[in-house]
């Protein structure tokens, strides 16, 4: 305000008859006044910008991502060298590297995934659906052993979750999110429906519908270009869109242990 105070009383002046200094500071007002119009309009904007992001983080926060993250600890576990050479000796790796884990003093539920939520990680698969023999649309496959929803306090809404037993194939069962049960079997219950990767002949039956999570960012559960998500048992058959199992994994721990000493732990199993 001071500048435009300032200009007005300069032009006063000039109208009174007043000259010499007061004159050439005279020719300066118009310039004065459009760069106080400037600040007024960026400042303007800078509290628009400001009320805009405050109320898009209060929305954020009370936004529920279907899962429980406090507690949970989480370790991505690359295997190198000999561990993976075979599909047989990368699934047999992992399942005695969890009993370990879980079976250590202060860990209270462990589980493996290929992808956990919110990291940018996606594995694909094209799904046959029961129905719908001529469309195979593109699924976020998620990977997990039998304790994972229990791990990340994710709900499941119907049916069942996995058991020890899904991990040894003989019966080829998925779980799908709600949003998934939705859109491929609006109005109807999705347990015992049919599915089966693209390529392959067995059938898997859908035997448990969760919560939706918001896996790939807090306001979208899949990618645009993902038609749904499914969960299946960590195993032989678990295999992503190029035919081959998950390698590397993450490991979810529910546990009263800082990361030092979860990490320690990881290191020594």
Not at 70 to 84: A, D, F, N, R
Request: aromatic share 8%; proline share 6%.
């Amino acid at each position: 305000l001071a500048p435009v105070v300032q200009a007005l009383r300069i032009r006063l002046r000039v109208a009174m008859g007043g000259g010499g200094r007061e004159g050439r500071q005279a020719i300066a007002w118009p310039i004065r006044i459009g760069l106080t119009v400037a600040q007024v309009a960026c400042a303007v904007l800078l509290v628009i910008a400001a009320g805009l992001l405050v109320r898009s983080l209060w929305m954020l926060t009370r936004i529920d991502p279907g899962f429980t993250a406090e507690g949970v600890t989480t370790t991505v576990v690359s295997p190198t060298g000999p561990v993976c050479r075979t599909p047989d000796a990368c699934v047999a790796f992992y399942r005695a590297f969890e009993e370990r884990v879980q079976a250590a003093p202060g860990i209270r539920n462990a589980a493996l995934v290929n992808t956990l939520p919110l990291t940018g990680a996606v594995a694909k698969r094209s799904l046959e659906l029961e129905g719908l023999a001529a469309e195979t649309p593109l699924f976020w496959l998620h990977t997990i052993t039998p304790g994972y929803f229990r791990v990340m306090g994710m709900r499941l809404e119907s049916g069942r979750a996995f058991t020890r037993a899904d991990l040894s194939g003989n019966a080829a069962v998925a779980i799908v999110p709600s949003a998934t049960a939705r859109r491929f079997w609006p109005g109807e219950s999705p347990l015992g429906k049919q599915v089966r990767f693209a390529g392959e002949s067995r059938w898997r039956s859908i035997v448990g519908v969760t919560a939706d999570v918001r896996g790939f960012d807090l306001t979208r559960n899949v990618p645009s270009w993902m038609a749904g998500a499914v969960y299946v048992p960590y195993g032989l058959d678990a295999t992503m869109e190029d035919g081959r199992i998950p390698v590397d994994m993450t490991l979810a721990v529910r546990t009263g242990m800082g990361e030092g000493a979860v990490a320690e732990l990881v290191r020594r199993v």
